[in-house]
Each structure stands twice: as structure tokens, then as C-alpha cells.
């Protein structure tokens, strides 16, 4: 029995030396004897390299948020200068729109003082006329001397239309 418990014990000895012999490179997986400290700083220098370019990515990505909201905050702000501008055009175009009803109603008062004007300016030279053929001097002077102030009236009256 002696020879069987050799035999079995070199088996197993046989067995745990082939398991701990693994073909990886990684002590985590490998055995005992398969640790290699060059394939250990190599996989180190994978992990450091990809953690470089992680954390580059990182700082990229970082710079170019910072640079959006850099960029959406110049927009807003732009936003912000143009909603302005717009409030102020549309306070000027209103303000616009009333002085223009204001002269619309203007121009219509000037419209109707324009024509009575006018009424009274043709109702001046038919008196004139009737006045000429007066035949009393005196009374024909002052009807001349009237229609002159009526005549100056008027002419005042159109003079402040045009002003207007």
C-alpha cells in the first residue's frame, strides 16, 4: 500500500503543479507559477495608458462643456439684447402709430378748416364783387375795409394750418 499512497500522492502533486501552471499572464487567474512580473508591469502600463486617455477624454469633453456654456451664455445674452431691442422697437412703432392717428385726426380737422377756409375765401370775393358794384362810397369803403380784416383773418387762419 505503500507503493499506491507514492504513486497517488505524486499524482497529486502532479495535478497541483499542472493547475497552478496556467498560460495566462494574469495572477488572478493564473497559478502559483505562472506569475510574471515583466507581464505584471506590462498589463500595469495598459491599465495606466487607458486611464490617461480616459481621464484626457474626461478634460476634452470638460473644455468643450465649458466651452457650450460659454457659448449658450453668449447666446442668452444676445437673446436678451435683441428681446430688448424688439421691446423698444415695438414701444417705438406704437408710440409711431398714436402720433400717426393724432395726425390723421389733424389732418382731417386741417381737412375741414381747409374747406371752410376756402367757403369763406369764395364767399369774401363774391362780396367783393357785390361791394364793387355799390354806389355809395362810404358804404363801399367800409365793406372794402371789412372784407380787407376778413381777408387778414383768413389768411392768418391758413397760415397757422400750415404750420400745423
Given at each position: 500500500?505503500?507503493?499506491?499512497?507514492?504513486?497517488?500522492r505524486?499524482l497529486?502533486?502532479?495535478?497541483?503543479?499542472?493547475?497552478?501552471?496556467?498560460?495566462?499572464?494574469?495572477?488572478?487567474?493564473?497559478?502559483?507559477?505562472?506569475?510574471?512580473?515583466?507581464?505584471?508591469?506590462?498589463?500595469?502600463?495598459?491599465?495606466?495608458?487607458?486611464?490617461?486617455?480616459?481621464?484626457?477624454?474626461?478634460?476634452?469633453?470638460?473644455?468643450?462643456?465649458?466651452?457650450?456654456?460659454?457659448?449658450?451664455?453668449?447666446?442668452?445674452?444676445?437673446?436678451?439684447?435683441?428681446?430688448?431691442?424688439?421691446?423698444?422697437?415695438s414701444?417705438?412703432?406704437?408710440?409711431?402709430?398714436?402720433?400717426?392717428?393724432?395726425?390723421?385726426?389733424?389732418?382731417?380737422?386741417?381737412?375741414?378748416?381747409?374747406?371752410?377756409?376756402?367757403?369763406?375765401?369764395?364767399?369774401?370775393?363774391?362780396?367783393?364783387?357785390?361791394?364793387?358794384?355799390?354806389?355809395?362810397?362810404?358804404?363801399?369803403?367800409?365793406?372794402?375795409?371789412?372784407?380787407?380784416?376778413?381777408?387778414?383773418?383768413?389768411?392768418?387762419?391758413?397760415?397757422?394750418?400750415?404750420?400745423?
Amino acid at each position: 500500500m505503500g507503493a499506491i499512497q507514492t504513486m497517488v500522492r505524486a499524482l497529486c502533486i502532479g495535478a497541483l503543479l499542472t493547475g497552478c501552471a496556467g498560460q495566462t499572464t494574469d495572477p488572478r487567474q493564473g497559478g502559483l507559477f505562472s506569475y510574471n512580473p515583466d507581464a505584471y508591469e506590462q498589463r500595469l502600463r495598459d491599465r495606466r495608458d487607458q486611464l490617461t486617455q480616459v481621464e484626457q477624454a474626461n478634460q476634452s469633453e470638460e473644455a468643450r462643456t465649458s466651452g457650450l456654456r460659454a457659448e449658450q451664455s453668449a447666446q442668452l445674452e444676445e437673446k436678451a439684447a435683441l428681446e430688448r431691442q424688439l421691446k423698444k422697437l415695438s414701444s417705438s412703432i406704437a408710440s409711431l402709430e398714436k402720433d400717426v392717428k393724432k395726425k390723421r385726426a389733424a389732418t382731417a380737422t386741417q381737412q375741414k378748416e381747409r374747406q371752410r377756409i376756402l367757403h369763406e375765401l369764395q364767399t369774401l370775393q363774391s362780396s367783393a364783387r357785390t361791394a364793387d358794384d355799390m354806389e355809395d362810397p362810404e358804404e363801399k369803403r367800409l365793406e372794402l375795409e371789412r372784407l380787407k380784416a376778413k381777408r387778414d383773418q383768413l389768411e392768418k387762419e391758413a397760415s397757422n394750418l400750415m404750420k400745423l
